[in-house]
C-alpha cells in the first residue's frame, strides 16, 4: 500500500510564498506520474499541476506563472513551489500519485489559507 505524506500548508498573506512537500512510501516512485489537486469549500476539485516521469509538467491556467511543480526521485518527493499567493488559492491541496488508469493514490490533504 502506497502512502502519501504532505506537508508545507498554512496561513500566510497574499503575495507570499509556500511549499509544499509530498512524500511516497514504496518503490518505483520515478516510474509514476505525480501531481496536486485543490478543493476549496464551494468548488468542484480542480487539478493544479500534474508531472510525468520523465518531468514534463502541467498547470492550470489559474496558476500559471505562480506556481511550479518539480519532483526529487532521490527523496520520493514532489514539491509544490507556491508564490503571488492570492485568497482565491484557499484550499484543501491533495497530493495524488497516479499509477494506472483507474489507480491513484492520494495524501491525507494539507490547508492552504491565503488571508491578511
Known amino acids: 500500500q502506497v502512502q502519501l505524506v504532505e506537508s508545507g500548508g498554512g496561513l500566510v498573506q497574499p503575495g507570499g510564498s509556500l511549499r509544499l512537500s509530498c512524500t511516497a512510501s514504496?518503490?518505483?516512485?520515478?516510474?509514476?506520474?505525480m501531481g496536486w489537486y485543490r478543493r476549496a469549500p464551494g468548488k468542484p476539485r480542480e487539478l493544479v499541476a500534474s508531472?510525468?516521469?520523465?518531468?514534463?509538467?502541467n498547470c492550470a491556467d489559474s496558476v500559471k506563472g505562480r506556481f511550479t511543480i518539480c519532483r526529487d526521485n532521490a527523496k520520493k518527493t514532489v514539491y509544490l513551489q507556491m508564490n503571488s499567493l492570492k485568497p482565491e488559492d484557499t484550499a484543501v491541496y491533495y497530493c495524488?500519485?497516479?499509477?494506472?488508469?483507474?489507480?491513484?493514490?492520494w495524501g491525507q490533504g494539507t490547508q492552504v489559507t491565503v488571508s491578511s
Open positions: 508531472i510525468t516521469s520523465d518531468s514534463s509538467t
Open positions: 514504496g518503490s518505483a516512485f520515478s516510474i509514476y506520474s
Open positions: 495524488y500519485q497516479h499509477r494506472r488508469p483507474g489507480v491513484d493514490y
